[in-house]
Structure formats: structure tokens, C-alpha cells
């Protein structure tokens, strides 16, 4: 929600003007281990306010970051169901303890993959899964099927980019095991 990340309330209260949007800030700066559970912990009390108040039937938890794990505890303390996408993927960090834990406090799943659907069976004894790909990559797909995005749809933040233009796309995952090396394997990118 932050204005330097584009501030994404903005466009949600932009998409959605007839949906009261609560903003929930939690971010603590730093960028470091401690800084991402300081951040979890806010995150997690501010939750368990909203969840009382707004009382929510369905939670979703998209994937595996520590934020999504406070979503994930919020949620079940309060009784409310909580689907979790992306549960069951492999990806040798602190991410798969975090994605781990957050199928063990779901409800509901929706592996991306058949193997991510064995993997969460085999965490969970769930009946309840459903293996429907990633939101991600049909997103993707759908961009590739649709007209070209104009100047004037794009926001965020960053250089400005004429979608009209050649350009490549880099897309770089950060390790969360070697966080302090990120600036200098985004430079050597």
C-alpha cells in the first residue's frame, strides 16, 4: 500500500468504488529478517482487528510470504475459512517453511500444479484440494490474448515504459536465505 510501491489502494478504490477498502500498513523498514517478522507481528495484530470487525466468511492467502503467514493466523484464530492458492510448491528457502505452515492452518487449496496438489495432500490429508494453475500465469496468458495495454493504463512505479516500445522484461526473484546479497545480484542482472 505504500506510495513508493504505487500505491496499490489507490487502484483497487479506483477498480472497486463500491467495496469499502480497509488499508492496513505494516511495513517496517529495513529489509532484513528482523524487519520481516516485526512486520508479520504488526501485520497479524491489525488483521485480528479487522477480521473482528469486518467478519469475513472466506479468507484467501496467496502463496508463501511471511506477510500472507500472518493473514493465514489471523484467520484461523478467528474461525473463519481460509483458502490457500499456491500451496504445495518447492522452493528451498524460508519461503517453504512459511507456505508450509500456512496449508496447515488452511482450510481450502488450490495448487497451481498435479505435484503441488500431492505435496499439499501429503502436509495436509485435506480432501479439499484443487489443482487449477496459477492466477499469475493465467493473468499472463490472458495479457498475451489481449489487445496492447495503453500509456494511459499503465500506473505504478518506475521508468516510464511505452508498452507500444520494444522492451524486454526481467523478472528476478529475491533468495529470502541471502537477503543481504540483493543488491548485488540485482546489479549483476
Do not use: W
Amino acid at each position: 500500500v505504500l506510495e513508493r510501491f504505487g500505491s496499490v489502494t489507490r487502484t483497487v478504490k479506483e477498480e472497486f468504488p463500491h467495496l469499502t477498502i480497509r488499508t492496513i500498513y505494516s511495513e517496517v523498514d529495513g529489509y532484513s529478517p528482523t524487519t520481516s517478522a516485526k512486520g508479520t507481528a504488526a501485520l497479524l495484530s491489525s488483521l485480528a482487528d479487522a477480521f473482528h470487525y469486518d467478519k469475513p466468511s472466506l479468507v484467501v492467502a496467496n502463496h508463501d510470504r511471511h506477510e500472507v503467514l500472518a493473514v493465514a493466523q489471523a484467520a484461523s484464530y478467528a474461525n473463519i475459512a481460509l483458502a490457500h492458492i499456491g500451496s504445495g510448491e518447492n522452493t528451498g528457502s524460508i519461503d517453504n517453511k512459511c507456505r508450509n505452515a500456512i496449508s496447515q492452518l488452511a482450510d481450502v487449496f488450490f495448487p497451481a500444479t498435479k505435484i503441488a496438489g500431492m505435496r499439499t495432500y501429503a502436509l495436509t490429508g485435506s480432501e479439499h484440494i484443487f489443482v487449477h494453475g496459477c492466477p499469475s500465469m493465467d493473468n499472463a496468458a490472458a495479457a498475451v490474448r489481449s489487445e496492447p495495454v495503453r500509456r494511459a493504463e499503465l500506473s505504478g512505479s518506475g521508468a516510464e515504459v511505452d508498452p507500444l516500445d520494444p522492451f524486454i522484461l526481467v523478472v528476478q526473484h529475491s533468495d529470502t536465505d541471502t537477503f543481504e546479497a540483493g543488491f548485488d545480484q540485482m546489479t549483476a542482472t
